[in-house]
C-alpha cells in the first residue's frame, strides 16, 4: 500500500542568489513526504549560482535545483510590503502559506534566520516547536535533539494539528530526489506594517562562510598564540573552502573575536570535517563540535583528551602541520 504523504512545508534560504545547502539538507529530511518548498520575497527563477565561491551562469535555477532535492512544489511568497527586511511579517506570511496549504508541517533550519522566524511563527500559529533537532520522524512527530551540551540526545513527541521544527545544520546530508517540481507563486496577507525593520546586516569580519553553517571547519584553540596566526588557518581553510573557528581560551585570549567561538557558551557546529588546531578538546568544546562527521586532532601532546573523541590523530606542532597540509592541498 502506498504510503500517506504528509503536506510538508519547508522554508528555503537563499545566499547569493543560491539555495543553501543546508536548506537542501532539510528537504532531505522531508524525503518521502508532499513537499513545499516555501521561498520568501524572492524569484525561483531567477539563476542559482551553485557556490559562493564558484558562481556560474550556467547554474539550474533556484526552482529547479528544489525539483532536483525533492520539492513537487516551489511557493514564492511575497507580501504587501518587502517581506526580506521584516521578520515579523515574514513570519506572518509564513503562517499566511500554513493556512493556504494546510501544512501538517513546516521545517525550517536551526540558522539565525531560521531561529527567528521560527520562534514568531510559533507563537502566531500557537504550535509547538523544537530547535535544533538532528533527526525527525515526520509521521509520528518525533524529533531527536541534544540536551545539556551535547551529554544527551532526547527523544520528543509534538502534539498539535502543526508541527514546527528546525533541524541543526549540516546535521542531514542532502540527497537528491528529482521531481517535476511545480512552482506557484502566492501573496500573503500582510497588511500589517513592519514592527522591526532589518536596515543592514554585517558579515562576521572573518571568514566567508558562516560558522555554523560550514561544510568544513578548521579551529583553532590556545596554541595559536596571536591573533595574526589565524592567517595561517584562514590559508587552509580557503584551500578547504572551511570556516575558522576558535575554542573559548583563544577567545578569552583575545585572539579571535567570540563570534568565532565553538563550544557550550559559542556556536554549535555539525560540519562533515572538524580539524581541531591545539584545542585540548575539553567538554565545553566538544559540546560544540561533537555531532561533526569527521574530526581531526592536531596536538602535540599525545595523552590530550581530544585524541580520545577524534576520527584521526596527528601528534604535532601545529606550526609545522598545519602549512604542510596547506601545501598539500
Ligand atoms: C561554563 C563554561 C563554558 C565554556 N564554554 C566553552 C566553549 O564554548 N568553548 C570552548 O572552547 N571552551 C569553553 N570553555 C572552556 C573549556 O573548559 C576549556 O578551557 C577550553 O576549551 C580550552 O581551550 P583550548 O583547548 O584552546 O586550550 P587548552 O586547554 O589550553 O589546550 C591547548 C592545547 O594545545 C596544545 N598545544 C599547545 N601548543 C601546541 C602546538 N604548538 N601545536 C600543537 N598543539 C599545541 C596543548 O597540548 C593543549 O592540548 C568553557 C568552560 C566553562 C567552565
Redesign the pocket.
Known sequence: MDQIKIKTGVLIEIENGAVKETSLGVMTAAAGQDIYALILGRDASAVNAPSVNAPSVNAPSVKDKLAEYGAGTIVSISGAEDLSAYPDLQALALASAVKEYNFETLLGTASATGRDIFARLAAILDAPLVSDCVEINIEEKIVKKSHFSGKTMATLKANGSIFLCTIRPNSIEPVAAATAGQLVEFTADTQSTGLIKIVETKKATKGLLDLTEAPIVITG???IKAAENYGMLETCAQKLGAAVGA????VDAGFAPHSM??????KTVSPKLYIA?????????YA?MKTSKVIVA????KD?P?FSKCDYGIV????DVVPVLTEKL
Request: hydrophobic share 35%; charged share 15%; aromatic share 4%.
Open positions: 584553540g590556545r596554541a575554542s573559548r581560551a583563544a567561538q565553538v563550544g557550550q557558551t559559542g588546531c591545539g584545542v585540548s578538546g575539553a567538554v565545553q568544546h560544540g592536531i596536538n602535540e601532546d590530550a581530544i604535532g606542532d601545529i606550526f
